[in-house]
């Protein structure tokens, strides 16, 4: 890799796609601890890819309105590194998250307009995610891996320094004009590079990362317009 982002893969499940993403040089790995999602991780084989790979790539932990005390246990028992809360945890709780874990915190927010852009600026935590919203009434309860993506755009409203996450329906596809409209610090992908919910196409992963290999070389960076989201 380049001086371009880093990659998150999220929606992690098993130790094999676990360990593909990080040979192939994955920054960190989600995985999702809520009931909810299609991409749960159980707790067994989150004990097994952090019993393989704690020391070769940030492991990351995705709570949706989870108690703290689930969080802090999780984080001692599987040695998570940073901690992604992605549902609608408001500034304290992050604050406490941070300071009871340990774990670097990224706060997600979906994004629909402007103002989701501006309100997730009242977190003072390690790393800002933004991810789409889903468009369809009965998926408000969804909490990323999609497939959506916004518009990048609406990120001209962001004035935080914090190092930006971008989410949101990223694939080999269109990874490429995200980086070069946004560059962010790091592009995460779930379902972008799935062949199902919590199971990764191999050939997918492998095009993403080439994808921003390639969109991160210096010859790509050259003539591109001035990033969004980005304050001067």
Not at 41 to 56: F, M, V, Y
Not at 60 to 86: M, T
Not at 177 to 182: F, G, N
Request: charge should be positive.
């Amino acid at each position: 890799m380049t001086s371009g982002p880093k990659l998150k893969i999220c929606g992690i499940t098993n130790l094999p796609d676990a360990e593909l993403s990080t040979r192939l040089g994955a920054w960190a790995l989600g995985m999702i601890f809520y009931e909810g999602s299609p991409r749960r991780c159980s707790t067994t084989q989150a004990q097994e890819i952090a019993a393989a790979l704690r020391r070769r790539v940030e492991l990351c932990g995705v709570y949706v309105n989870a108690p703290l005390e689930q969080i802090a246990r999780e984080v001692e028992q599987l040695g998570l590194s940073l901690v992604q809360l992605h549902g609608d945890e408001g500034p304290a709780f992050c604050a406490e998250v941070a300071r009871r874990t340990g774990a670097r915190v990224i706060k997600a927010v979906q994004v629909a307009g402007p103002g989701d852009v501006r309100d997730v600026e009242r977190f003072h935590v390690d790393f800002h995610m933004l991810d789409a919203r889903p468009h369809a009434p009965a998926a408000t309860l969804v909490r990323g891996g999609t497939g959506e993506s916004f518009d990048w755009a609406l990120l001209r409203a962001r004035r935080s320094r914090l190092p930006l996450i971008l989410s949101g329906g990223l694939g080999a596809g269109n990874v490429a004009e995200a980086i070069a409209r946004v560059h962010p610090y790091a592009v995460d992908s779930a379902s972008g590079t799935e062949a199902a919910p919590g199971r990764k196409d191999p050939e997918k992963l492998r095009a993403f990362f080439a994808a921003v290999a390639l969109a991160s070389a210096p010859s790509a960076a050259a003539g591109q317009p001035a990033p969004i989201g980005q304050p001067a």
